[in-house]
Every structure is written in C-alpha cells, then in structure tokens.
Nanobody, 128 residues
C-alpha cells in the first residue's frame, strides 16, 4: 500500500521560505516521477512542480519558476519542495503525488490524471 506523508507547512510572512517534505512508502520509489500540487480555497487543484524518477529533470509551473526548487533523495524515499520568496498567492494546501506509471528517466508529468497516489496535504499560509 502506497503512503505519502507531507510535512513542513505552516504560516510564513511574504518573502520568507518554507521547505515541504514528502515521505513515500509502499512502492519502489525510484521507479516513479513525483509531483506537487496545491489547492487554494474556492479554486481547483493546480500543478506546482514535478521531478523525474531519476531526479535529472524538473518542471515547474510558471507561477513558481525561479522561486521553488524540487529535489528528491531516492535513498531515503523523500521529495523536497524548497519554497523561497513566498507570496500571499502561494497560500494553499500542498499535496505530494506519485505518478501512476513508470516513465523515462526524464518523464515529468504535470496533469492530475498522471498521478495515482496522493498525500493528505499540508497547509501553507503566506501573510502579506
């Protein structure tokens, strides 16, 4: 059974930084791309960032490019989302997700439908 557990959310002032972590279990972690999505109140869940199973390739939403960095440690079954220069519009529940299929070493899925397993989410609130 796959489990994804996020941590690291909280309250931060605009301009600050947070690092989200996602611990995965139940699958051969290094076989799957990982992603982060977020959902703000009253809005649909949106893609934030993805990292290939090898860790060699990353892909970011335009809204976070240059501010967020996604990395993974396959030896520890962990994914990390470093969020810098936070803005109030980054306020949302952040979800870690594991891709549903094997991909190439550079595969970075960005659609909800490409992910099969989801964490419970962690709240990030950025005050102005």
């Amino acid at each position: 059974q796959v489990q994804l557990v996020e941590s690291g959310g909280g309250l931060m002032q605009a301009g600050g930084s947070l690092r989200l972590s996602c611990a995965a279990s139940g699958r051969t972690f290094s076989n799957y791309a990982m992603g982060w999505f977020r959902q703000a109140p009253g809005k649909e869940r949106e893609f934030v960032a993805a990292i290939s199973r090898s860790g060699w390739n990353t892909y970011y939403a335009d809204s976070v490019k240059g501010r967020f960095t996604l990395s993974r440690d396959n030896g520890k079954n962990m994914v990390y989302l470093q969020m810098n220069s936070l803005k109030p519009e980054d306020t949302a529940v952040y979800y870690c997700a594991l891709a549903g299929t094997y991909g190439t070493l550079l595969y970075v899925p960005s659609a909800n439908s490409e992910y099969t397993y989801w964490g419970q989410g962690t709240q990030v609130t950025v005050s102005s």
